[in-house]
Each structure stands twice: as structure tokens, then as C-alpha cells.
């Protein structure tokens, strides 16, 4: 992840150049805003996202950073709301940051994405770029495509197509267990399991198909129990 996160950051810097203000100044740094839980029940995994995004910058700036500018990414605690998110894009437009990181959660994103649209349409002359590397329900990248949001990572439908020919060769596998977060990710999958696995395994059951409170269960026990219970030979989770 974090090779790849670097290579994005190399990849988009050079093209950011060209975004930013006629007047500003060879050393100015590029700012890039990263949108994602630094508190409540996913900031370890935002603080990981975080240190990693900064390491990237880092070495790129090492080495002399973009056409001699520096990268910087500037955090905002979004506590992986959809409403707070919003509230935190407003600084970052008010703070004149025109590139927008965020990958956790695709219901953070589809907020992130319409936000950016409008912002654009209505300020054509600071248009903000919204840059998604994780957020991967496959409706952001389809029906709610748009020219100012890019994603770098696979659809949930690539990754259900890529996990499905893997169970397809396992003739083990006869009962299948599916569960995930319920949120539009953990829907997308469990939608796309169903049908991929109908299609290229016609012969396993699907024996249990539920959605669990997104960042609230500590205990899985009842979960595990009744994946055990249900004779699973696989389990599908996310």
C-alpha cells in the first residue's frame, strides 16, 4: 500500500502543477488535503493512511521534490461522517487547498465527490480535484462519474470478479457465508457475491447474507457462532 500510494502521489504532483495559481512562488509547497477519520472508532486506520501519505511526500521532497516544490499534506478529521466531511471540504476551500485525498468509506466519498462537483460548477475559477485512493463502490466510478474525481483503486465489482474465480477452482467450497459493514461498500460486495458466485458456481449454497453496524461492534462472537452454526465453508467479509 504504501509503494502505492507513493507512486500516486509522484504520478498526481505532476500534474498538479499545472492547477495551481499562475502567481504562486517556486518554493510555495503543493497542498494536498487528506479527508479521513483521525478520531473515533477508524482513526487508527486514518493515522495509518495519514502516516504513509506522509512518508510518500517526504521522499519525494528528498529528492527535490515537484519541478522544485515541495509536497505537503494537510489532515482534516472527517470521523468517517459523510456530514462532517463536508464541513471539513469547506476549510479545505477556504483554506485555498485544491487537491483532496480521502479513501475511507465510499458513503464518505459519494458526499465528497457531489460536494467537489458543486464547488466547481459554482466557483469555476478555484475548482478543487478530488482524489480518491480506496473508496471503491462501483456507482462513484459509474453513474456518479465525473470529470473531477479519480480513484486509483479496483471497484468492488473488479474485486468480487478477481475473488469468485478463485472460489470457482476451489471445488471444496460448497457453503458460502457472506457478511460485511453496513454501508454502501459492504452492500456493493455482498450484491456482487451473490450474483458472481451464482453465475460461476451455480452448485454452492449461500447460507447467510447480513450487514453489521459500521464502527460499532467490539464483540463478534454472535457472528462467529452463527457462521459455525450455519456449516460454512467459506466466508465472504468486509
Same mark, same amino acid.
Given at each position: 500500500?504504501?509503494?502505492?500510494?507513493?507512486?500516486?502521489?509522484?504520478?498526481?504532483?505532476?500534474?498538479?502543477?499545472?492547477?495551481?495559481?499562475?502567481?504562486?512562488?517556486?518554493?510555495?509547497?503543493i497542498?494536498?488535503?487528506?479527508v479521513?477519520?483521525l478520531?473515533?472508532?477508524?482513526?487508527?486506520? $486514518?493515522?495509518?493512511?495519514?502516516?504513509?501519505?506522509?512518508?510518500?511526500?517526504?521522499?519525494?521532497?528528498?529528492?527535490?521534490?515537484v519541478?522544485?516544490?515541495?509536497?505537503e499534506?494537510?489532515?482534516?478529521?472527517?470521523?468517517?461522517?459523510?456530514?462532517?466531511?463536508l464541513?471539513?471540504?469547506?476549510?479545505?476551500? $477556504?483554506?485555498?487547498?485544491?487537491?483532496?485525498?480521502?479513501?475511507?468509506?465510499?458513503?464518505v466519498?459519494?458526499?465528497?465527490?457531489?460536494?467537489?462537483?458543486k464547488?466547481?460548477?459554482?466557483?469555476?475559477?478555484?475548482?478543487?480535484?478530488?482524489?480518491?485512493?480506496s473508496?471503491?463502490?462501483?456507482a462513484?466510478?459509474?453513474?456518479?462519474?465525473?470529470f473531477?474525481?479519480?480513484?486509483?483503486?479496483?471497484h468492488?465489482?473488479?474485486?468480487?470478479?478477481?475473488?469468485?474465480?478463485?472460489?470457482?477452482?476451489?471445488?471444496?467450497?460448497?457453503?458460502?457465508?457472506?457478511i460485511?459493514q453496513?454501508?454502501?461498500?459492504?452492500?456493493?460486495?455482498a450484491?456482487?457475491?451473490?450474483?458472481?458466485?451464482?453465475q460461476?458456481?451455480?452448485?454452492?449454497?449461500?447460507?447467510?447474507?447480513?450487514?453489521?453496524p459500521?464502527?460499532?461492534?467490539?464483540?463478534?462472537?454472535?457472528?462467529?457462532?452463527?457462521?459455525?452454526?450455519?456449516?460454512?465453508?467459506?466466508?465472504i467479509n468486509?
Amino acid at each position: 500500500m504504501l509503494s502505492g500510494r507513493h507512486v500516486v502521489i509522484g504520478m498526481l504532483a505532476l500534474t498538479m502543477v499545472a492547477w495551481l495559481a499562475p502567481g504562486a512562488m517556486a518554493a510555495d509547497p503543493i497542498r494536498i488535503a487528506y479527508v479521513d477519520p483521525l478520531s473515533g472508532p477508524f482513526a487508527a486506520t $486514518g493515522e495509518n493512511g495519514l502516516n504513509q501519505f506522509r512518508y510518500a511526500a517526504e521522499a519525494i521532497n528528498k529528492a527535490g521534490g515537484v519541478l522544485g516544490r515541495p509536497l505537503e499534506i494537510v489532515p482534516y478529521d472527517n470521523k468517517v461522517s459523510p456530514q462532517e466531511s463536508l464541513i471539513q471540504l469547506k476549510k479545505v476551500t $477556504g483554506d485555498g487547498i485544491q487537491f483532496v485525498f480521502q479513501g475511507n468509506s465510499s458513503g464518505v466519498a459519494h458526499a465528497i465527490s457531489d460536494a467537489v462537483q458543486k464547488h466547481n460548477e459554482r466557483n469555476p475559477g478555484n475548482r478543487v480535484l478530488y482524489l480518491n485512493y480506496s473508496a471503491v463502490d462501483l456507482a462513484l466510478t459509474n453513474e456518479k462519474c465525473h470529470f473531477w474525481h479519480f480513484r486509483f483503486d479496483a471497484h468492488a465489482d473488479m474485486k468480487m470478479a478477481a475473488l469468485t474465480d478463485v472460489i470457482r477452482a476451489n471445488p471444496k467450497i460448497k457453503k458460502m457465508y457472506i457478511i460485511g459493514q453496513d454501508y454502501s461498500f459492504g452492500k456493493a460486495v455482498a450484491d456482487a457475491a451473490v450474483k458472481m458466485v451464482g453465475q460461476k458456481r451455480p452448485d454452492i449454497q449461500i447460507v447467510g447474507n447480513e450487514l453489521h453496524p459500521i464502527g460499532k461492534v467490539q464483540d463478534f462472537s454472535p457472528y462467529v457462532q452463527k457462521i459455525v452454526a450455519s456449516g460454512a465453508d467459506a466466508v465472504i467479509n468486509r
